[in-house]
């Protein structure tokens, strides 16, 4: 019997009963509609790549730039007003020209557009704390809070954004005239900011009203959890699909207003200049033919805020489901 059943002693072979493995971050993501969107959209991948370019030089203009357009000892006044290079009388050193002080204007053009997505990401960023927080808080709490909150909205909304950024801007510059460099950036920063958080807050606002009513909020409730824990990790995170959005296409206006400011010679400081600055000292050329001074800044302007333009409403359509 033995010999047909088999020995006692021998142990049965263990079975791998491990669950297979979850696909990683990545995988999800290329595998998900999203992705899947952006690869069926040509307008979306073209902005993707001009956004990625322009972002991709700012950042290592350092190292991309052929000159350095902020070192004294370089620049060449001989040089200066150069056409670019196809030009009749144009240098192969400068390929798009020279400015009024001889420097190049490609490599100008790398190093203000770096100071120009650093003020415009960063507005963008402030402006989201300060709007989500509050709109968060009047869409969850509601009654005088929620009342008190809008009415200051109403109020931001009554003002141009750009005459109050020149106010706040005029104001900080009046009350430290002497200021570093650094603090004329957080002005500015914060001038852009405040005129921006109020979108973000009447959209967080109308989409919290909702989810403050469905079960797993009232589920939360029940079990005893805090309002304030409520919030930040159940309500959050399902308001922040348009926030997103809204913040994308945010970066294009806030990169806007920054050369507006600059342009009118209240933005960032004259050593450092962006995108604005180049199109208002080449405003003064203009008229007697050296049109490259301004519009090649100009042309940069357009395409850094055109492509972001552009993935935020492919951004907008691919995260809706209704518009797909």
Known sequence: MAGFLGSSDEKPEPMNDKPASAPNALRRFLDGDVWHSFCKSPVAMLAALIAFVCIFCALFADVVAPHNPFDLASLELMDSRLPPSWMEGGSRNYLLGTDDQGRDLLSALMYGARISLFVGLASVLLSMLIGVSLGLLAGFVGGKVDAFIMRICDV????????????????GRAMFPNAHDSLAFMVLILAISLTGWVQYARTVRGSTMVERNKEYVQAAR?????????????????????????????????IITEATLSFLGVGV??????????????????????????????????????????????????LNPRLR
């Open 156 to 171: 931001m909304l009554s003002f141009p954004s750009i005459l109050v950024a020149l106010l706040i801007d005029g104001v």
């Open 222 to 254: 029940v079990i005893g959890v805090s309002k304030g824990r409520i919030m930040a990790r159940h309500v959050l995170p399902n308001v922040l699909g348009p926030v997103l959005v809204l913040a994308t296409i945010q970066v294009a206006a806030a």
């Open 269 to 318: 400081p004259p050593t450092s200049p962006s995108l604005g600055t180049l199109i208002r000292v080449g405003n003064d050329f203009l008229f007697s033919g050296e049109w490259w001074i301004t519009i090649w800044p100009g042309t940069m302007l357009v395409l850094i805020a055109l492509s972001v333009n552009l993935l935020g409403d492919w951004l907008r359509d691919a």
